[in-house]
């Protein structure tokens, strides 16, 4: 999943609005916007917050934004290695506070 996946997700296991995430979890406005429009990768400080609140290893969503930040700015060599920090995670699945379940397939986590 990327920035905005987890965003997202956020919004609605938690049955809350961008504006929402930005006041309790005192991310700056343009952030959390720059964050949905991918535009910018999650820090780790707010990857451990979503983790946190989703139940989530915040290690998994730090290697995904890592690997996704990695992409972008086409570097093989740290595309490589998150990738291969987010293997040892393979067919792991979380259950989130809404009930559902969040699950890894083919490197990638999707909601169940």
């Not at 917050?49 to 690997?67: H, M, S, V, W």
């Not at 990695?70 to 989130?96: I, M, N, P, T």
Request: charged residues 30%; glycine residues 6%; proline residues 2%.
């Amino acid at each position: 999943m990327q920035t905005h996946d987890y965003l997202a997700l956020m919004r609605k296991v938690l049955d809350v609005t961008d504006y929402r995430i930005s006041k309790d979890y005192n991310i700056n406005q343009s952030l959390v916007s720059r964050y949905k429009l991918g535009r910018d990768t999650l820090s780790e400080r707010h990857a451990f917050i979503f983790g946190r609140e989703l139940g989530i290893d915040p290690q998994i969503i730090i290697a995904e934004t890592k690997l996704e930040n990695a992409k972008k700015k086409d570097r093989q060599d740290d595309v490589d290695f998150w990738q291969e920090q987010l293997d040892h995670y393979a067919g792991k699945s979380y259950d989130l506070p809404n009930g559902q379940k969040v699950t890894q397939v083919d490197g990638q986590f999707i909601l169940c």
